[in-house]
């Protein structure tokens, strides 16, 4: 069984769209990650969410909103997409604050034409 | 603020020989916690092992093997015995700080690993 999924894998759209990527761990964590992977391999923490907490990178644009319908599930939404927008997406997550140990998805591709 | 710095962009090993990945960190916290992760060619980030601050061993999984020099800020990976499957990029990351954002990771740029039949 899958322990943190995504969806879609690979996503390409045109500039100035809305899409969502979706998120779901069956482990049982309390703690949710988005990060963006750019084309130079440098991966970047987007958002944590712990227990309806959210900690926003002040970084990220508010064109990126995280939305969680409950403790499994962390769905990105992106508002009016751009070029720069284009990246790995890896979703996260990790049970124990202390130890921390995050469990990754597989990535979803996301390229603005 | 903390920083994870990889000097190592790529690295090539032969097959069956061992190889160390440089990981240096900077931090003012006193509780911290350091991760190596691999990535395949295929994208997935797969966790290798982790080092608490205050953990008095250095910590081992299987084939890897992490160095951890306080003093000197460091968490090398020394993965032993090289195989053709470990070629693939390699992230060293932190966790740090207090309160909510004590549980994020940083992660350094990473290391290329290029193993040699």
């Known amino acids: 069984d899958t322990a943190v999924s995504q969806t879609p894998k690979y996503l390409v759209t045109q500039m100035g769209n809305d899409k969502s990527i979706k998120c779901e761990q069956n482990l049982g964590h309390d703690t949710m990650y988005w990060y963006k992977q750019d084309s130079k391999k440098f991966l970047k923490i987007m958002f944590s969410y712990n227990n309806k907490e959210l900690i926003i990178n002040e970084t990220v644009p508010n064109r990126f909103s995280p939305k969680s319908p409950d403790k499994a599930h962390l769905n990105l939404h992106i508002n009016s997409l751009e070029l720069g927008d284009s990246a790995v997406y890896f979703c996260?997550?990790?049970?124990?604050?202390?130890?921390?140990?995050?469990?990754f998805g597989p990535g979803t591709r996301l390229t603005v034409l | 603020a903390q920083k994870i710095t990889q000097t190592q962009p790529g690295m090539f090993v032969q097959e069956k020989e061992a190889v160390t990945l440089d990981c240096t960190y900077d931090?003012?916290?006193?509780?911290?916690?350091l991760f190596w992760y691999k990535q395949p060619s295929s994208g997935e980030m797969i966790f290798l092992i982790y080092?608490?601050?205050?953990?008095?061993q250095n910590a081992t999984e299987g084939r890897y093997s992490l160095n951890f020099q306080k003093a000197r800020k460091s968490a090398n990976l020394v993965i032993s015995a090289s195989q053709l499957g470990d070629s693939a990029m390699y992230f060293c990351a932190m966790r740090g700080g207090s309160g909510a954002g004590s549980y994020q990771l940083t992660f350094g740029k990473g290391t290329k690993l290029s193993v040699i039949p």
């Open positions: 931090t003012s916290d006193p509780s911290y916690g």
């Open positions: 996260a997550s990790s049970q124990d604050l202390v130890k921390n140990e995050q469990f």
């Open positions: 080092q608490g601050s205050y953990d008095q």
